[in-house]
């Protein structure tokens, strides 16, 4: 029995987050970085660094605080951009109900 391809476009798939992130372990591996070092960069919504499960936690989402993108790049000049979430600054909070209005 033959599986046929699935060629559904609404279900993203999770292929570049993958190699993204292989990439990025090898940079890591390649420079001696470590998640724990990383994440002394990085801020945490308490403001305090966080920790490596955190940080791996971060990068394996499509897009990270703009602080945090700033950060990693500053503290490692030679970490390729594309190896990062999109840097995106994103509300806390409940998202507003589309079809709703205000008042």
Same mark, same amino acid.
């Given at each position: ?9 609404s279900v993203p798939a999770p292929? *570049?987050? *993958? ?10 591996? $390649?420079n001696g970085v470590t998640w $724990? ?19 791996? #936690? ?11 993108? #700033?950060?990693?790049? *500053? ?11 999109t840097p995106v600054d994103v ?13």
């Amino acid at each position: 029995m033959q599986i046929a391809p699935n060629h559904n476009q609404s279900v993203p798939a999770p292929q *570049d987050a *993958d190699v993204r992130m292989r990439r990025l372990r090898v940079w890591k591996v $390649e420079n001696g970085v470590t998640w $724990e070092e990383m994440g002394q960069h990085m801020r945490g919504v308490t403001g305090r660094s966080v920790t490596g499960n955190a940080v791996q #936690k971060a990068l394996r989402g499509a897009r990270m605080p703009v602080s945090n993108h #700033k950060a990693l790049r *500053d503290a490692y000049p030679n970490l390729p951009a594309e190896l990062l979430p999109t840097p995106v600054d994103v509300p806390p909070g409940p998202k507003p109900k589309a079809g709703t209005s205000a008042g």
